[in-house]
């Protein structure tokens, strides 16, 4: 019931506040806004399969593109083919391509494959946000 009356405008990202336990709030990313108006903005977010978003890896820097997918699954590549990057790995946005901004959490890596003759460095992704229970949300604006 937010909109454009509200401040809200097209390219704003969304996040939502996610309870780790132990009084931990880490806050994750949903996705960013793709159409307002008066009282309601339309969100794509970062698991569909037309959004992209690029991220870094908290622990060593690497960076690279993540991709929703069909099944609701977050996944991409690394820019480098030898990068430093293992199950567990925090990713974060990292400001590349000015869609997002940078230090945005966006989740853990799960799982990590070399392909097409070690040409590509692959990984899957948990995102933060359990898509299956946002409820609210937090509207970031320039």
Do not use: C, H
Not at 43 to 63: H, L
Not at 85 to 109: Q, W
Not at 119 to 139: G, Q
């Amino acid at each position: 019931d937010k909109g454009e009356k509200d401040g809200v405008k097209k390219g704003d990202i969304v996040i939502q506040a996610v309870d780790s336990g132990d009084d931990v709030i880490i806050e994750g990313v949903v996705g960013r806004v793709l159409e307002t108006g008066d009282n309601w903005a339309k969100v794509i977010s970062i698991i569909d399969e037309n959004s992209n978003i690029s991220f870094k890896v908290i622990r060593t820097q690497e960076g690279g593109i993540l991709s929703g997918g069909a099944e609701g699954q977050l996944s991409g590549y690394m820019f480098d083919s030898e990068a430093d990057v293992i199950k567990g790995d925090k990713l974060f946005t990292s400001g590349i391509g000015g869609v997002y901004k940078a230090d945005l959490y966006i989740g853990e890596v799960s799982n990590v494959t070399k392909e097409d003759e070690n040409l590509t460095k692959k990984v899957e992704v948990i995102p933060a946000v359990d898509f299956k229970k946002v409820y609210r949300v937090f509207v970031i604006s320039d």
